[in-house]
């Protein structure tokens, strides 16, 4: 089992920025490729970012491409998205999570942890 804890969430202006936190525990966090996903009201959750077990690659959505950054400290057990220039679009709960093989995937049932969320609110 790995438990994922999100933190960062809040409410920013448009054009500003918010870095959202994941902290994992339980199993060897530099076994798993990390993610962030994220739901909308009334949409189905998507993909916005992954990073490779050893941080090497990482992977966007090409609706945050150029303005999102993941990265991950496996010393820490965390995994870190930082997000500038929001937008309103950018308004959701965004949740971390884990997989075990490590390849980039967009669909979240092959995650094979997640966190509770954290929500991001962008006001326009």
Known sequence: QVQ???????????????????????????????????????KAREFVAAITRNGGRTF?????????????????NTVVLQMNSLKSEDTAIYYCAARIYDYAAIGSSNYDYWGQGTQVTVSS
């Open 4 to 42: 994922l804890v999100e933190s960062g969430g809040g409410l920013v202006q448009a054009g500003g920025s918010l870095r959202l936190s994941c902290a994992a525990a339980g199993r060897t966090f530099n076994n798993y490729l990390m993610a962030w996903f994220r739901q909308a009201p009334g």
């Open 60 to 76: 966007y959505a090409d609706s945050v491409k150029g303005r999102f950054t993941i990265s991950r400290e496996n010393a820490k």
